[in-house]
C-alpha cells in the first residue's frame, strides 16, 4: 500500500504561482507512475501532470502546458507540482496518485492523496 499526502493548495490570485507537494510512503517500489489530478465544483476529475520516478519523462494536459511543471525528488519521495500564470479556471481540488507507470488514465493509478485546495481569485 502507498500513502499519499499532498500539501502546498492556498488562496491566490490569478497570475500568481503556488507549487504543491505530494510526499509517498510505503511500498513505493511497486508505482512508477505519479500523476496530478484537479477536480473543480460540478466537475469531473481530470488529468493534470505525470512523471515517472524512474526516468523522470512528464506528460501534462494541453490546458496546463507551459504553465505546469511535474518534478519528483527521489531522495525525499515527493513529487512537486508547480504551478505558474494561475488563472480563475485552475481553481479546484488537487489530489496525487501512484500507479504502475504515468498515465493520463485515471483508472491506471491505484493510490490516491485526499487532495490539496487550490483557489485562484480573479
Known amino acids: 500500500q502507498v500513502q499519499l499526502v499532498e500539501s502546498g493548495g492556498g488562496l491566490v490570485q490569478a497570475g500568481d504561482s503556488l507549487r504543491l507537494s505530494c510526499a509517498a510512503s510505503g511500498r513505493t517500489f511497486s508505482r512508477d507512475g505519479m500523476g496530478w489530478f484537479r477536480q473543480a465544483p460540478g466537475k469531473e476529475r481530470e488529468f493534470v501532470a505525470a512523471?515517472?520516478?524512474?526516468?523522470?519523462?512528464?506528460r501534462y494536459a494541453d490546458s496546463v502546458k507551459g504553465r505546469f511543471t511535474i518534478s519528483r525528488d527521489n531522495a525525499k519521495n515527493t513529487v512537486y507540482l508547480q504551478m505558474n500564470s494561475l488563472k480563475p479556471g485552475d481553481a479546484a481540488l488537487y489530489y496525487c496518485?501512484?500507479?504502475?507507470?504515468?498515465?493520463?488514465?485515471?483508472?491506471?493509478?491505484?493510490?490516491w492523496g485526499q487532495g490539496t485546495q487550490v483557489t485562484v481569485s480573479s
Open positions: 496518485a501512484a500507479g504502475p507507470y504515468p498515465s493520463t488514465i485515471e483508472a491506471i493509478y491505484n493510490s
Open positions: 512523471i515517472s520516478w524512474s526516468e523522470g519523462n512528464t
